[in-house]
């Protein structure tokens, strides 16, 4: 058997599914997580899958913020765990302050439920070491807030510190910056998804759970969730305790 | 314990971009409107809450209002006081109000 890979399971998430079936293409075994779970069931590593929590109430992510399930996600995060986040599961860990920065309603007031290009900034985190080349990964985005926001110091930060993990980009792969047709939301410096300062908690709004077999029409985010996979297994057999309870 | 009607009024901060405000200037021209620049559409929650005092009940609409209605990244709130002590009564006279309308 492959290493557990936890993927909660929020009321309204509805992509957890299909984010189990990819992480099971990736070698891994998924154990879905209820969200009045107190404990983690000694999952190697946490999905936030994408989905509607709680109906996307007030804000988008915050009412999911506040469930049991996250209590605990937030401490396997500050013991290291690795943690992603994809769309809806993004802006949860945004809420929640796991991942800087917020998501907005996207800037043409328009769910965007198309294909993009997006670029890896970075092949060495935990979330990207076997993606196969900086080149242009094709996946889905199907959201209606996903306008990366943060401050100006915060994003200067970001860019700093190697944080911004995926971009949008154009045909000729330069990032897409608000206004450009290839950046589907409005993000500001083209910003897809972003890593915590410790290296062990990503949010990306793309879907590459729904880039996971060539069918599909792109396998591209197969890398991203054979890295997720590869790294829990290292976790896993690592020295790190992978056993995290409610506290 | 008594009850305490407060409303919570939250917009988006300065330097936020609002396209939903946007949207609503640019349909201005349609209803021959001139003149209205800075529309910001918010959300206004109104609530009510059962304690011993109005500064206890104050305290946890603060709670409330920062933690989970509003962001502080990217939104600010203000907390009025509707209704207070009187809450309950004031409601069913505008129930009888409205029956009486119809």
Known sequence: MGVRVGVVVFPGSNCDRDTMHALSLAGAEPVALWHEAAALDGVAAVVLPG?????????????????????????????GGLVLGICNGFQVLAEAGLV????????????????????????DTAFTHAVDSRRPLHMPVAHGEGRY????????????????????????????EPG???????????????????????????????????ILGSDDGMGIVRSLVESAARAATGSRPVEVGAR | MTSYGFAVNVTPKPGILDPAGRAVEGSLGHLGIEGVRDVRI???????????????????????????????????????????????VSHEHQVNAAAGEA
């Open chain 1, 51 to 79: 989905g509607f929590a709680y109906g996307d109430y007030v804000r988008a992510g915050v009412i999911a913020r506040f469930s049991p399930v996250m209590r605990a996600v937030a401490a396997f995060a500050a013991d």
């Open chain 1, 100 to 123: 800087p920065g917020a998501l907005l309603r996207n800037a043409s007031l328009r769910f965007a439920g198309q294909g993009v290009a997006i670029a890896a900034e970075r092949l």
């Open chain 1, 149 to 176: 926001y943060a401050d100006d110091a915060t994003l200067d930060s970001l860019e700093r510190e190697g944080r911004i993990l995926f971009r949008y980009v154009d045909p000729a792969g330069d990032p897409a």
């Open chain 1, 180 to 214: 450009d047709r290839a950046n589907p939301n409005g993000s500001l410096r083209a910003i897809a998804g972003v890593l915590n300062a410790a290296g062990n908690v990503a949010g990306l709004m793309p879907h590459p759970e729904r880039a996971s077999e060539t």
């Open chain 2, 42 to 88: 918010g959300r206004r929650v109104e609530l009510t809450v059962e304690a011993d005092d109005e500064a206890t009940a104050r305290a946890t609409v603060e709670r409330l209002a920062g933690e989970m209605l509003s962001n502080p990244l990217i939104e600010a709130f203000a907390i009025e006081p509707i209704g207070a002590t009187s809450s309950a």
